[in-house]
């Protein structure tokens, strides 16, 4: 018999998020097989608690009432367009929760924030060997033909 998995809400980060926030983008930058110094941490997420237009937003995904996922993302002005547009930039479900509709939902809930900002496009990297990822990302979204270079 197949369980139905429980609906998933999603909302704004709050104060009293930051251990499983702390937990989760922990996660998220352990699977892309980095980390950061704890001064990045506490700087982030006051930043995405904070109300500066410039700083990135969160979204928290909960099942049960528990978070089970996150996502961060900002706008910003582009050459090509008068509107902003919204990189989402982290996302993130705790792997028992994968293919039960958290990515989706907090992908869905940006496209929801960038529709109410005004933002035509929203758009996001990811890795090329992120292969579970990428079959949702096939489906919500459009690849595009751009390849990223850094300094």
């Not at 609906?7 to 009293?16: C, E, Q, S, V």
């Not at 937003?57 to 910003?76: D, K, S, W």
């Not at 792997?95 to 496209?111: C, D, H, S």
Request: proline residues 7%; glycine residues 6%; contains cysteine.
């Amino acid at each position: 018999m197949t369980t139905t998995p429980p609906p998933i809400l999603t909302r704004a980060l709050r104060p009293d998020d930051q251990a499983d926030w702390t937990t989760m983008w922990t996660g998220y930058l352990e699977f892309y097989e980095t980390s950061v110094p704890e001064n990045v941490f506490a700087t982030t997420f006051d930043r995405l608690l904070g109300d500066d237009p410039q700083d990135f937003n969160c979204i928290i995904a909960e099942q049960n009432g528990r978070p089970v996922g996150l996502t961060h993302y900002l706008f910003h002005r582009h050459a090509w367009k008068v509107e902003n547009v919204c990189y989402l930039q982290d996302l993130y479900a705790l792997p028992e929760t994968r293919g039960t509709g958290v990515g989706r939902a907090l992908i869905e809930a940006v496209y929801a924030a960038a529709d109410e900002a005004g933002a035509p496009s929203v758009y996001w990297l990811t890795q090329d060997f992120n292969h579970t990822a990428r079959q949702l990302y096939d489906r919500i979204g459009q690849k595009t033909p751009f390849i990223r270079y850094q300094r």
